[in-house]
């Protein structure tokens, strides 16, 4: 079989959602230092709502414009139908919500202020599997002998590209314990929401699940605020340059661009295939701190890129789709 055009763009764009989604363990970071975890999350969730609702709009006049001309097929047929139960769709939604953006984003923010990025990212590597196990469990995806072979060779291109950091990992030192856990958990969380999200995205589009979710996500981080990280005019004064940067890198990119990406590539792949692209963060990680903080880029980190981009191609390509 040969790369088809529509294997290549999706390759393509896996790469560019994980290049934006390399951001994230840094701007989290950032924005750690003068806000919590509650605190940031309802900051990310509001402002990636804001940028998502102009291409809401847009959509909703796209399928305004094809229902009033009979001669182009409807983009989103299911968007429109009027028979889509209230009660199970806010269920939906606050499932989606409670359940996967909320640990995804704010345990990640809590875990990465009390673990090393080193420690973070390599926890991070067991979301593919997690994400494929989940996809197996709830929507009955067979996990055929290429995509376990897919896995293991982009999981063994990490490995060799994070040598160095295995080596001087501490995943249970008891200082980083707990922020090692709360990333674990987010990973489980992000491993849901990618799963639990395909079942939606047959009766929504991609935007509407992506604002939906935000919504309520908002909702719930402003409710849990009071208790957990009370919010005030003083704290918001002692916000820096770069701590508005952080949030705007982490709305625009890592939660608002990416996911509507990621979210078309969800509807044109399995979970588990574009799942294995995630292994990919590292290595984009390191090309990313090459470029702007002109670190070496040794051969070990070329080979364990090149065997993750190959697991990515291997996977999508290859491997016949249920989506």
Same mark, same amino acid.
């Given at each position: 079989? @040969?790369?088809?055009?529509?294997?290549?763009? *999706? !390759?393509?764009?896996?790469?560019?959602?994980?290049?934006?989604?390399?951001?994230?363990?840094?701007?989290?970071? !950032?924005?750690?230092?003068?806000?919590?975890?509650?605190?940031?999350?309802?900051?990310?969730?509001?402002?990636?709502? #804001?940028?998502? #609702?102009?291409?809401?709009?847009? %959509?909703?006049r796209?399928?305004?414009?094809?229902?009033?001309?009979p001669?182009?097929? *409807?983009?989103?047929?299911?968007?429109? *139908?009027p028979?889509?139960?209230? !009660?199970?769709?806010?269920?939906?939604?606050?499932?989606?919500?409670?359940?996967?953006?909320?640990?995804?984003?704010?345990?990640?923010?809590?875990?990465?202020?009390?673990?090393?990025?080193?420690?973070?990212?390599?926890? +991070?590597?067991?979301m593919?599997?997690?994400?494929?196990?989940?996809?197996?469990?709830?929507?009955?995806? @067979?996990?055929?002998?290429?995509?376990?072979?897919?896995?293991?060779?982009?999981?063994?291109?990490?490995?060799?590209?994070?040598?160095?950091?295995?080596?001087?990992?501490?995943?249970l030192?008891?200082?980083?314990?707990?922020?090692?856990l709360?990333? !674990?958990?987010?990973?489980?969380?992000?491993?849901? +929401?990618?799963? +639990?999200?395909?079942?939606?995205?047959?009766?929504?589009?991609?935007?509407?699940?992506?604002?939906?979710? +935000?919504?309520?996500?908002?909702?719930?981080?402003?409710?849990?605020?009071?208790?957990? %990280?009370?919010?005030?005019?003083?704290?918001?004064?002692?916000?820096?340059?770069?701590?508005?940067?952080?949030?705007?890198?982490?709305?625009?990119?890592?939660?608002?661009?990416?996911?509507?990406?990621?979210?078309?590539l969800?509807?044109?792949? *399995?979970?588990?295939?574009?799942?294995?692209?995630?292994?990919?963060?590292?290595?984009?990680?390191?090309?990313?701190?090459?470029?702007?903080?002109?670190?070496t &880029?040794?051969?070990?980190? #070329?080979?364990?890129?090149? &065997?993750?981009?190959?697991?990515?191609?291997?996977i999508?390509?290859? %491997?016949?789709?249920?989506?």
């Open positions: 079989m @040969k790369l088809t055009r529509r294997a290549a763009a *999706d !390759v393509g764009l896996l790469i560019l959602v994980n290049t934006m989604w390399a951001a994230q363990y840094a701007a989290y970071r !950032v924005a750690t230092e003068k806000m919590g975890p509650v605190t940031v999350s309802a900051w990310n969730f509001f402002l990636a709502s #804001l940028v998502l #609702l102009p291409f809401l709009g847009w %959509e909703r796209a399928v305004r414009g094809s229902i009033l001309t001669n182009l097929p *409807d983009p989103v047929p299911e968007a429109a *139908d028979s889509r139960s209230t !009660v199970r769709t806010f269920l939906g939604f606050l499932m989606l919500s409670v359940l996967g953006l909320i640990p995804g984003s704010m345990l990640l923010a809590w875990g990465v202020a009390r673990s090393t990025a080193s420690n973070a990212a390599i926890i +991070y590597l067991t593919p599997v997690m994400t494929a196990l989940l996809a197996s469990l709830i929507l009955g995806e @067979k996990m055929s002998a290429l995509r376990w072979a897919s896995l293991a060779i982009a999981l063994g291109g990490v490995l060799i590209l994070s040598a160095a950091d295995l080596r001087q990992l501490q995943l030192k008891g200082r980083f314990l707990l922020g090692n709360l990333v !674990v958990l987010a990973c489980l969380g992000s491993s849901f +929401y990618n799963v +639990y999200c395909k079942g939606l995205l047959k009766r929504f589009t991609p935007l509407e699940v992506l604002i939906y979710g +935000y919504a309520l996500a908002f909702l719930v981080s402003v409710l849990v605020m009071p208790a957990a %990280e009370p919010f005030s005019l003083a704290s918001l004064r002692s916000y820096s340059a770069a701590t508005w940067l952080a949030l705007l890198a982490l709305s625009v990119f890592s939660w608002g661009l990416a996911m509507v990406l990621w979210m078309f969800l509807k044109r792949l *399995d979970v588990s295939q574009a799942s294995v692209s995630i292994y990919l963060l590292p290595f984009l990680g390191v090309l990313i701190s090459t470029l702007t903080l002109h670190e &880029l040794t051969w070990t980190t #070329l080979l364990g890129g090149l &065997l993750t981009l190959t697991g990515t191609v291997l999508t390509t290859f %491997e016949p789709t249920a989506a």
